[in-house]
């Protein structure tokens, strides 16, 4: 098996329940400040509302932070398993990322962050500069990248071609899915 | 507060989705390797762990003593683009008269995501300590050079790679050119007499399917997914086809000494490979199959100066069909691993193999190493990941934090 810099496509393989409920979706290339730049996302108009998974939702934060500089509008970002990690021209996201986070928070974006990347103290210890219960919510849920659910990145591991149908991880189980939508919609944010 | 009634109909949903990447893993290590000032760490946490927990370095570390600090290499100023290169790594040198030319290639980005995004190549004159920005385009709309090749008469060719970020996200309809030529007078690369054509790719996703390898400075060895194989001999200027499918894209070739040569071939991104051996004189290709499911994982093959198959960092085959496994490949746990495992770039002169990794994770999981396969210990010298390239002189070169850096390995 190999695994190479390119990822996985996404509504056909990865995170298919996700990429079903998406205009857009957009395959890592290699990077992810090259994933921010990928011509499918470079002239959308406000507002956005904005998924990101594993070093996507990485990417998620580079093109926000691109995005409302240029006068954008984002809505809503699910951030599902982020590293806050990845290369930012002379900067890197590790550096830059509370700034991002309470950048789009102050602008009213509602953030729903899912941390199921085990070990990575950075997620877990973010606090907003304003905190504020009602557009920003942590989740702890580990639980969703683990190796005994099924096909937790089933097209990744090297464990056979996807599952025909949900798994359980972040990336296919539909009711994860429809868990964090719900957050939304009670905001008023539809998804 | 936001009406969801005002929002629907004007909300466009995006979803960027990419590689997990970031668990642990806990796993054997037969590679002894000791650690000194110029490492960061064993190569043995370079290729077979990674630190817990998750944690950037606060500062990335550029390459250690005894690599040398050559030169800064100068931005570049484009109108609408931003000064930074991106992906900056040494691709090739060539040598002239006594003088050594370093190239280089790298990628820069629209400063508001409004232009897309340029491969610019640029050499170094070792002799005046000079830069000089070459042009990646090739006269021809949307094709690009993205490799380059130098050969033992001291032409410099390049691939032929669509611009997929220049087109908006299309992919090409027509055939399209293998290879190009650096003409020197003009100082640009172009489509030279006589190129054959490949068929377009199939789908957006994976766009570009033609890899190319040369082998003795000379002889060019093009596998396109939907064509035959070709081999081209630079000096001579004579295509000859060798009508194997390949049903599938090669990522990676080495070359053995005997003439034959292993293939990687698998879908694009993440899946299934496939290691293959291919024989131009009997014209057979067959499958060379990996001992069992600890060799699963690797990214890159090489051939080492004792003609062992090195299997990523693995282990290898010896020339006696002998396979000797260093570390098996992460099954179940260790998807930072799975997704950038340390993959060979060079066996130099001295006889040590060279690897890289990036996961663009801030330096965590990433930069480049050496091993030597006769002391059994290594070093991870640098958070930054690098290609190397070494010269006649047998000095290594790479392009780190932007900076050129050698290291001669004589000295």
Known sequence: MLITNRGPNPPACQTPYWAAAADISVVYPGSKSGQAQDPSVANLSSPLFIIGYSAGADTALIFADDFTRRGGRVIGMALLGVSFSGQMGITTLTQEYERILDELLAAGTYVYLLDDFPHNPLASSYTPSNPSNYTYVYSNREHLDSDSLTAIDQCVSGKGTPLPGPGDGTNNDPAVVEEIFGWFRLRGVQP | MLSKYRLRGLLKKLIIILCRGFTFMICISPVSSAQTSECIDTFQTFAYQIPKPFAPPDKRINPLDP?????????????????????????????????????????????????????????YNEANASWEYVSSALGIPNLYVWNIFVVSDGTVWGNVEWNYYFTGGTI???????????????????????????????????????????????????????????????????????????????RDVAFAPNGEMYLVTGTSGAGELTLKEFSPDSRRLVSVFLPNSDWETYNGILVDRSERLWVGANGYRDINQNWQLLQPSPKEDGYELLWAP????????????????????????????WYDPVTNQGCWFTHFPANIVEDNHHRLWLAANDVLYSLNLRS
């Open chain 2, 172 to 250: 090409p309809t027509n055939d399209l050119p293998i290879l190009s030529r650096f003409n020197e007078d003009i100082g640009h690369f172009e489509i030279p007499d006589g190129v054959i054509y490949t068929p377009p790719p199939v789908d957006n996703y994976d766009f570009n399917m033609t890899y190319i390898a040369m082998v003795e400075s000379r002889v060019f060895w093009i596998f396109n997914v939907n064509d035959f194989i070709y081999r081209y001999d630079a000096l001579q200027g004579r295509y000859e086809r060798y009508e194997v499918n390949l049903n599938a894209s090669v």
């Open chain 2, 67 to 123: 690599w040398h600090s050559i030169s800064t290499i100068p931005p570049h100023h484009i109108s609408g683009y931003s000064s930074e290169i991106h992906q900056l790594d040494v691709v090739a040198v060539r040598q002239i008269g006594q003088a050594t030319e370093i190239w280089l290639r790298g990628v820069i980005y629209s400063d508001e995501n409004q232009l897309p995004r340029l491969v610019v190549l640029l050499r």
């Open chain 2, 342 to 369: 340390a993959t060979p770039v060079l066996a130099s002169s001295d006889g040590r193999l060279w690897y890289n990794r990036f996961l663009d994770t801030s330096g965590w999981a990433e930069g480049t190493a």
